[in-house]
């Protein structure tokens, strides 16, 4: 056998190995959430580890957010008939947040969505299924945790981020 054949079918199977992760993977879609109710969610109370509103609290470490019930329309008229895979993703870019484990993400599902935490810039599984209608509703009930002591803003910044949904159609 050739010393030369050998050392390119052994770069071509390294090569391979390197690049099959990535190839099987399904590509990932953002979803468009515009047509969601409430577009713009906000924190429906913000308090202190201690249960006390946080801007009356003295030396607070934590930032307990509490959105509620927060539902989203998301359009998937695309995908109608093809199974797929639900992404609820956390955004790992937030500005003022200090580290990706400052920010924990919790909810609880309905209509079949899984319930969950992540912190920033993770992604989780939130249902798998058939795509029968046009627009998916979902619902969740939605709070966080933010750790101050790694949360950096200006003083005309506010704390803020916006989650949403990826899909993968399944094969």
């Given at each position: 056998?050739?010393?030369?054949?050998?050392?390119?079918?052994?770069?071509?199977?390294?090569?391979?190995?390197i690049?099959?992760?990535?190839?099987?993977?399904?590509?990932?879609?953002?979803?468009?959430?515009?047509?969601?109710?409430?577009?713009?969610?906000?924190?429906?109370?913000?308090?202190?580890?201690?249960?006390?509103?946080?801007?009356?609290?003295?030396?607070?470490?934590?930032?307990?957010?509490e959105?509620?019930?927060?539902?989203?329309?998301?359009?998937?008229?695309?995908?109608?008939?093809?199974?797929?895979?639900?992404?609820?993703?956390v955004?790992?870019?937030?500005?003022?947040?200090?580290?990706?484990?400052?920010?924990?993400?919790?909810?609880?599902?309905?209509?079949?969505?899984?319930?969950?935490?992540?912190?920033?810039?993770?992604?989780?599984?939130?249902?798998?299924?058939?795509?029968?209608?046009?627009?998916?509703?979902?619902?969740?009930?939605?709070?966080?945790?933010?750790?101050?002591?790694?949360?950096?803003?200006?003083s005309?910044?506010?704390?803020?981020?916006?989650?949403?949904?990826?899909?993968e159609?399944?094969?």
């Open positions: 056998m050739n010393i030369r054949f050998l050392t390119r079918f052994i770069a071509g199977l390294v090569l391979g190995l690049l099959l992760p990535t190839l099987s993977h399904a590509q990932a879609i953002r979803l468009d959430d515009s047509a969601s109710p409430r577009y713009q969610v906000e924190s429906l109370q913000v308090l202190s580890e201690k249960g006390e509103p946080l801007d009356q609290s003295i030396n607070p470490q934590l930032a307990l957010l959105f509620g019930l927060v539902e989203y329309k998301l359009a998937t008229a695309e995908f109608v008939g093809q199974r797929v895979q639900l992404y609820y993703v955004p790992s870019a937030i500005k003022g947040l200090l580290s990706p484990n400052a920010l924990s993400v919790k909810w609880h599902g309905n209509n079949g969505l899984t319930d969950g935490t992540a912190y920033a810039g993770e992604r989780r599984l939130v249902w798998t299924g058939t795509i029968q209608e046009p627009w998916f509703n979902a619902s969740i009930y939605l709070s966080a945790q933010v750790h101050l002591s790694q949360l950096r803003l200006r005309n910044e506010v704390f803020g981020f916006e989650s949403y949904f990826e899909l159609v399944l094969p």
